[in-house]
């Protein structure tokens, strides 16, 4: 019986072979289908101009012609998905590098997902937000980048601020009253900036090769970063945005 079966199943898929797909074919062209109606669903991302600009906080401004900015919409359904992925997930899962290798395409990347993103979560609706969280981020970098000197790491994701500000703009835009929590964070700030404070302590009595006029100017130019970390921090909003960026993108000391 199981012989019988065997070869009706081979009958069935060999017979008709010209005129007929196999399972695994329809599959394939299912989904080249589905993406090709996504893609044409982005059309209303589409720029009419004959150029199109993306600016950013740090570096010149992306300027693309309306053809390649309209192409790049086209390749990228991820950036218009109704969940968005974190940048950091949204780049690696991309099917479609081309204009984002190597370091500075990555750059670009976070810097057209923040742009995209931006436009969801709402441009003036989170301004302030966005400002508080973007410097906050480049506090918290700028503190590891001098505490570990200077490497291009840093630069990098001094660019890609951007695009981690407003995904955590995106998160608050689906919470309900996350910014305004009823109870005092106080403590738990302070706790989270002398962490900072001891931080420094530690390295810089552990910097033997450092004159001790050098470390006094180290102490002195971290510790101001610190200060606008604890001006910035007003809120358990932000208390929470620091110490997720900081613990997800620095190595613990």
């Excluded at 991309?94 to 190597?102: L, Q, V």
Aim: aromatic content about 14%.
């Amino acid at each position: 019986m199981k012989n019988i079966l065997c070869i009706l199943i081979l009958i069935l898929l060999s017979c008709n072979n010209e005129d007929k797909q196999t399972g695994i074919e329809v599959a394939v062209n299912a989904t080249e289908k589905a993406t090709k109606a996504q893609n044409t669903n982005n059309s209303k991302y589409h720029t009419l101009k004959d150029t199109f600009t993306i600016t950013s906080h740090l570096i010149e401004p992306l300027n693309y012609t309306k053809t390649a900015f309209n192409d790049m919409v086209d390749k990228h359904p991820e950036f218009f998905q109704a969940y968005p992925n974190s940048p950091d997930m949204s780049y690696f899962m991309t099917d479609e590098y081309e204009g984002f290798e190597s370091q500075v395409g990555q750059d670009t990347y976070y810097m057209v997902y923040s742009h995209f993103l931006k436009q969801r979560n709402g441009v003036n609706e989170y301004a302030e937000q966005r400002k508080k969280l973007i410097e906050i981020y480049s506090n918290i970098n700028s503190f590891y980048r001098y505490l570990e000197f200077p490497k291009n790491g840093f630069v990098h994701r001094a660019i890609r601020i951007v695009a981690y500000a407003e995904y955590t703009i995106y998160e608050l835009s689906q919470a309900e009253n996350d910014i305004e929590k009823p109870y005092d964070s106080s403590k738990q700030k302070d706790l989270y900036i002398q962490s900072f404070r001891q931080l420094i302590e530690d390295e810089s009595n552990t910097d033997g090769w450092l004159s001790r006029e050098e470390k006094v100017e180290g102490n002195i130019e971290q510790n101001g970063i610190v200060d606008q970390l604890d001006s910035l921090i007003t809120d358990i909003f932000y208390l929470r945005s620091a110490q997720s960026f900081q613990y997800g993108h620095y190595e613990c000391h």
